[in-house]
C-alpha cells in the first residue's frame, strides 16, 4: 500500500473511530503521545491529552457528531482533509445551554504523519458559522 493511500485511509478510519463514534481512547491508535496540536480545542493544551479532552467536551455539547472527509490531499508526510463537520446542539456549549439546533460546517485540517501516527496538527473550521447556526453570534 502506498504512504498516500495508507494516509488517507488512517485519516478516514480516524474519523469514524474518534470522531463519529465518539472512540475518544481509539486516538492513541492514531495518535503519537508526542502529539502537538497548534490549533487546540479552546481552552485545551496543543497536546494528545488536550485534544482528548476538548473532543469530549464537544461531544458532549454535539452527541451526534458527523465528520465526513470531502477530500484528502497527501504530499510526503503530509496529509490535508478537508472535512465537513455537523451536529445538534443537545448539551451545554460556549456558555451557552443545549438548543436543539443544528449545524453544518467546513474545516481544513493538515496533519503530519510519522509511522501511520498523526504528530502534529494546524486546522481551521468555520467558527463564525458553528457560531451563528447556533445562534450564537451577536
Known sequence: ??????????????MQDVF?????????????????????WPGHAGTLAGFK??????????????????????EGDLVVGHLTMSGTQLGA?????ASGKTFRI????IIKMRDGKAVEHWGVMDAAGLAAQLGLAP
Open 1 to 14: 500500500m502506498s504512504n498516500t493511500s495508507n494516509s488517507k485511509q488512517r485519516l478516514e478510519a480516524f
Open 20 to 40: 463519529n463514534r465518539g472512540d475518544v481512547a481509539a486516538a492513541d491508535t492514531y495518535v503519537d503521545p508526542a502529539f502537538i496540536d497548534h490549533a487546540p
Open 53 to 74: 479532552a476538548g473532543l469530549v467536551e464537544f461531544r458532549a455539547a454535539f452527541p451526534d457528531l458527523k465528520v465526513d472527509l470531502t477530500r484528502a490531499v497527501v
Open 93 to 97: 456549549f460556549m456558555g451557552a445551554p
Open 106 to 109: 467546513e474545516a481544513i485540517d
